[in-house]
């Protein structure tokens, strides 16, 4: 057996409700030991040191890549499984048709089938974590038990883990609860669980992230949105940047993309050679919390303090920033392996894979080098833009909302929704390709509303009603975006290049926040007017232009059938003004 951490024993100022619900998971998963984590280094440390002897993760070259180890998963295990992940309220229509559902007397009674005895000669690890600056009012806690230490190695770079987070439970009085076991690893005995009417989650089966660390998508979102609308807040599928203009002033921009279709990347874009003085600063790449300031605008923090990122496709072009800090003290997931140690995945420029993501020596007749959803975990402060209001208690003030999705035909490269309504509305229609940050397949168009198909964890009906109702809250709106970087020509050739020029784009939208940037209004919105695009030292010829900013009517009528298609899928919970407002854009369509 490998030699376990230094035990920790139950603090003596836990919370009663935290030992309580250690205890009941204790006496269901029996597990040989109970490891409470303090997220100190040294304890960092001995999780990786018990990993290496269980043989579960395997060094890498410590010259080239310092503090760096590979994780591989079981191939069965390699990304979210959606069609396993449940949201369980009393009634079926509070979860929607946008949920999996089932009984919570239902799911109570599988999980726990599944986790008695589960934790037989392993150890139980209580991981108490703090979502959002540990002072920040906006801030929420959980506690998730489980028995996999990769799942307490990444929430310590994932959230604020350990005694901090432990004692702000305590003042706070109130916490989300996390079941997870790794169990057999069996496909056919996999399930996620949320029961937010209980503030619960319950995870077996999994030992991937977005299954198994539970503070990211199952809390930080499913859970996190029911708690969102009972408290008037918002929690959404967005990253979080600082746009620094070349005369000092910070302008905050949160935005929604589905998984692998460039959060990452935009926010930590760096500006091109072409746009002097104008600066990019990261609060966070995945998840945003937003809420109703006291000075009538809309602040925002990120729940994260780590990147659980996609790691196939960035090198120093694609993202020199993301590139640089995973180049020490990051845990990697399923990427290949070179001859001297280096962690290798596709997209980069150097080196040569020879074993793959499973441990077998590589063959290109058995698929990529990497796992297509690879990843990198890696604590945020190592990102050299790392925003210095990361731990604002108060959080930012956000100027703009940015939809986006993956579409190579139809959606301009940039709009401006008219209002808020009609933003939710931009927002309800988003639609992307798939990616294979999800298990199925990959390239097929989906409705994706706000980037939140697999996160919302109540009826998307209420969730599209809770936006509107921020009209009601929020004094001084942020302007609401949709931008599209992969829209391609007929030989299927990109038209924008992407990357840092999109700071171009995001030099428009600030000025529409400003009211200084000229507009044209179309039926679906307003866009840049001749000449208002900043295209100085930008190799994009004028027809490229025009046919990034076209809008094709009749492309856009059977698009808005289809969004009222949809709508309508919700019966009555889809709110009458969101009808409305398609409606108006179906007159303005012909």
Not at 77 to 94: G, I, K, M, P, Y
Not at 517 to 527: D, N, R, S
Request: with cysteine; charged share 20%; aromatic share 10%.
């Amino acid at each position: 057996m490998a030699t376990p951490l230094p035990r920790t024993d139950r603090p003596a100022r836990a919370p009663k409700a935290v030992a309580a619900f250690v205890d009941e998971v204790a006496r269901l998963t029996q597990p040989e030991r109970i490891h409470w984590c303090d997220g100190s280094q040294e304890e960092y440390e001995g999780l990786l040191a018990l990993m290496h002897e269980r043989g579960d993760l395997v060094t890498l070259n410590q010259d080239t890549h310092p503090g760096c180890h590979l994780h591989r998963s079981n191939p069965s295990d390699v990304a979210r499984v959606e069609h396993l992940t449940f949201v369980c309220t009393h009634h079926s229509h509070d979860a929607g048709p946008n949920n999996n559902w089932m009984d919570p007397a239902d799911a109570h009674r599988l999980m726990r089938d599944l986790f008695e005895g589960c934790m037989r000669g392993r150890t139980l690890y209580v991981v108490p974590y703090c979502m959002g600056p540990i002072d920040s009012p906006y801030a929420r806690c959980g506690v998730e038990v489980t028995d996999s230490p990769y799942v307490a190695a990444n929430m310590g770079l994932m959230t604020r883990m350990g005694s901090a987070a432990l004692e702000r439970i305590g003042r706070d009085g109130k916490f989300v609860k996390g079941w997870h076991s790794t169990g057999e690893l069996d496909p056919d005995r996999r399930y996620i669980m949320h029961f937010p009417e209980e503030l619960t989650i319950m995870s077996y089966g999994s030992g991937y992230g977005g299954n198994a660390l539970l503070g990211k998508k199952c809390h930080a979102l499913r859970i996190a949105s029911w708690q969102a609308r009972s408290e008037g807040w918002m929690a959404e599928h967005m990253m979080l940047l600082g746009l620094e203009s070349p005369q000092g002033k910070t302008y905050y921009v949160a935005a929604a993309f589905p998984s692998a279709c460039g959060k990452t990347n935009l926010a930590m874009l760096i500006p091109p050679g072409s746009m002097p003085g104008w600066k990019v600063w990261t609060l966070g790449d995945d998840i945003a919390w937003l809420h109703p300031g006291p000075d009538g605008r809309l602040y925002a923090i990120n729940p994260e303090s780590g990147y659980f990122g996609v790691v196939p496709g960035t090198n120093p072009h694609t993202n020199r920033h993301a590139y640089d800090m995973i180049r020490r003290d990051t845990l990697f997931t399923n990427v290949a392996v070179t001859a001297d140690g280096q962690p290798w995945w596709e997209g980069l420029e150097d080196g040569t894979p020879v074993t793959d993501w499973q441990g077998r020596p590589y063959d290109a007749k058995n698929g990529p080098a990497a796992h297509p959803n690879s990843r990198f975990t890696v604590s945020a402060k190592q990102n050299p833009i790392c925003s210095p209001m990361i731990d604002a208690p108060a959080g930012v003030p956000i100027s703009a909302i940015v939809f986006g999705g993956r579409r190579r035909e139809l959606a301009p490269l940039v709009y401006q929704a008219r209002n808020w309504s009609h933003g939710v509305l931009v927002g309800a229609s988003v639609a992307s390709e798939t990616t294979a940050a999800a298990t199925g397949k990959v390239g097929v168009v989906r409705r994706d509303p706000m980037a939140m198909k697999p996160f919302c964890g109540y009826n998307f009906g209420d969730y599209w009603a809770h936006w509107l109702a921020m009209a009601g809250k929020v004094e001084r709106l942020p302007k609401v975006f949709h931008v599209n970087w992969f829209r391609r020509d007929k030989d299927g050739r990109f038209l924008w290049p992407g990357f840092g020029e999109n700071l171009r784009v995001l030099e428009w939208i600030i000025g529409r926040c400003e009211g200084k940037a000229e507009a044209v209004e179309t039926p679906i919105g307003w866009l840049p007017a001749p000449g208002a695009l900043n295209t100085k030292g930008l190799d994009v010829s004028a027809a490229t232009l025009a046919e990034l900013l076209s809008v094709d009517a009749e492309a856009w009528r059977t698009e808005m059938a289809e969004v009222a298609e949809y709508l309508d899928s919700f019966d009555e919970r889809t709110p009458a003004d969101l009808k409305a407002e398609l409606a108006d854009v179906q007159r303005r369509l012909g």
